[in-house]
T-cell receptor, first 114, second 115 residues
Framework: DTAVSQTPKYLVTQMGNDKSIKCEQN?????MYWYKQDSKKFLKIMFS???????INETVPNRFSPKSPDKAHLNLHINSLELGDSAVYFC?????????????FGSGTRLTVV | DQQVKQNSPSLSVQEGRISILNCDYT??????FLWYKKYPAEGPTFLIS?????DKNEDGRFTVFLNKSAKHLSLHIVPSQPGDSAVYFC??????????????FGTGTLLAVQP
């Protein structure tokens, strides 16, 4: 009954590879996000989707491509992985409207590029 | 350009005492402020929020104070318990209208509550 689930939890891969991280939420939320937590523990937004439409696209290399097949899923595909991509990636979701309680986060995917 | 700052990377308090975590921000357009709590290997979990039009919000042992003129907010935990030991993130919301908004996070403060 996990609210926001991400897979895999850990991912170790070599430079130059392509990898994907998957996210699913069962909360019925309309909006989903990808955040990146770097080595300095700074949590920074990357993308946001609302009902499968991209609404926020921060300054992120175009090697990163999000995809939302439906409003419950938001995946992140990364091409040509670089050492600097090593970080923890968090998926989050929130409902539209209502009292504001912020986002519900997944438990994160720790990506290590070697 | 870090719009939300938590200048204390760590804080240690005794069980039963008050924990005060601080946060400063620079952008006057933030309309909500939130505190999140994070345990190792888990995602951040929502703790408490405050609208920019209020100066205080209380929920059990947790109280958030907002000083808009100083662009400063603080989280008070009274009494502190060992289970409160975690990283606390301050976050602020930028609302662009409709469904478009984003949270901007500080770098976190590691709170250690000593038994």
């Amino acid at each position: 009954d996990t609210a926001v689930s991400q897979t895999p939890k850990y991912l170790v891969t070599q430079m130059g590879n392509d990898k994907s991280i998957k996210c699913e939420q069962n909360l019925g939320h309309d909006t989903m996000y990808w955040y990146k937590q770097d080595s300095k523990k700074f949590l920074k937004i990357m993308f946001s989707y609302n009902n499968k439409e991209l609404i926020i696209n921060e300054t992120v290399p175009n090697r990163f491509s999000p995809k939302s097949p439906d409003k419950a899923h938001l995946n992140l595909h990364i091409n040509s992985l670089e050492l600097g991509d090593s970080a923890v990636y968090f998926c989050a979701s929130r409902p539209t409207g209502g009292e504001y309680y912020g986002y519900t986060f997944g438990s994160g995917t720790r990506l290590t590029v070697v | 350009d870090q719009q939300v700052k938590q200048n204390s990377p760590s804080l240690s308090v005794q069980e039963g005492r008050i924990s005060i975590l601080n946060c400063d921000y620079t952008n006057s357009m933030f309309d909500y402020f939130l505190w999140y709590k994070k345990y190792p290997a888990e995602g951040p979990t929502f703790l408490i929020s405050i609208s920019s039009i209020k100066d205080k919000n209380e929920d059990g042992r947790f109280t958030v104070f907002l000083n808009k003129s100083a662009k400063h907010l603080s989280l008070h935990i009274v009494p502190s318990q060992p289970g409160d030991s975690a990283v606390y993130f301050c976050a602020a919301r930028l609302n662009y209208g409709g469904a478009t908004n984003k949270l901007i996070f500080g770098t976190g403060t590691l709170l250690a509550v000593q038994p």
